[in-house]
């Protein structure tokens, strides 16, 4: 008979936030596949697992799905683990289950914690319609880009950032989105600094900048949805402004004229300016 390959949710930084069934399929399973096997032996031991532990990780995804295919087809079960929250969002694991899939092998999800599902229940932004993004591009140019394209989205809009990008994040957000949007900053979950701010990126920044302590950790972001009657904040005066000023001027230098009066990113407000 062909093995089951578990999908399992380990924590987000509370070794106690595991289901279960979470570590009865842990201890059952022939072999575990974790992202990173020396951070994963933290948890296992605490649960006293001592499953044979293989490494799977997204350097070697691809070569290894095929092994482990192979594993599953000869009727081992397996476990996929990342280092924290649900394997797939935002981790390694989906070339491995659609291959399994393709191959007619049972994917089983063992589900609990991710971060942004965590994040999102305890945020006070809207939760009906949501998109998640993930980690935006690391360089400015391409984070702006990357703004700009979700700056419109009518819905909640999630993504995951890094502390050594939150402060630069937070300020290219300001520049697109302006000072009227509500953000939430939910930081280190689950764990003894959690910090979950809800407010406008003003005061997210104020609060970034307070401490350099408050810059630590795992981050995530959640952005409200556009209100449709209440365009982001500075759009409407940018309407306004920029046909008068392309009557006097070109575009690029009416762009640049738009940025300085609305606080919008120049890119944006050209971009805006070639659309009129
Ligand atoms: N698979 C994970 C999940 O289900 O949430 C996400 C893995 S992703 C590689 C790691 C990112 O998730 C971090 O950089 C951070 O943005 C976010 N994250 C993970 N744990 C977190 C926590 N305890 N608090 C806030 N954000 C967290």
């Known amino acids: 008979m062909t093995g089951i390959l578990y999908i399992v949710a380990t924590p987000i930084g509370n070794l106690d936030d595991i289901t279960f069934r ?19 032996k933290r948890l296992l031991n605490h649960y006293d697992i001592n499953t044979p532990l293989r490494a799977f990780h997204e350097h070697n995804e691809t070569q290894k799905s095929a092994d ?32 399994a899939k393709q191959a007619g092998v049972v994917v089983s999800p063992i589900p609990g914690p991710s971060a942004m599902i965590s994040a999102m229940s ?13 980690f935006l591009p690391n360089k ?70 307070e401490d350099a302590a408050h810059q630590k950790g795992e981050f995530v972001i959640l952005i409200s949805a556009i209100d449709k009657d209440n365009k982001i904040a500075g759009e409407e005066q940018l309407d306004k402004v920029l046909p008068i000023l392309l009557s006097e001027m070109g575009t690029s230098k009416a762009a640049k004229l738009a940025a ?17």
């Open 140 to 209: 400015k140019v391409a984070r702006m880009k990357a703004i700009q394209a979700i700056a419109h989205i009518e819905q909640t809009v999630i993504f995951y950032e890094s502390p050594k990008r939150i402060l630069d994040c937070t300020k290219d957000l300001l520049s697109v989105l302006g000072d009227q949007r509500i953000v939430c900053l939910a930081k280190e979950l689950t764990k003894s600094f959690e910090t979950i701010k809800t407010d406008t990126l003003p005061n997210l920044l104020g609060y970034l900048n």
């Open 122 to 134: 305890a945020a006070g932004i809207a939760t009906d319609r949501f998109g998640f993004f993930g």
């Open 260 to 276: 300085k009066i609305t606080g919008i990113d120049k890119k944006y407000c050209y971009q805006r300016a070639i659309e009129l």
């Open 68 to 99: 482990v295919i192979d594993a599953l087809i000869a009727g081992q079960s397996l476990a996929l683990i990342s280092d924290a929250g649900t394997p797939l969002i935002s981790d390694p694991g989906y070339v491995l289950v659609r291959t």
């Open 22 to 40: 979470a570590i009865e399929i842990l201890k059952n399973v022939d072999v575990i596949l974790a992202e990173d096997t020396r951070h994963s």
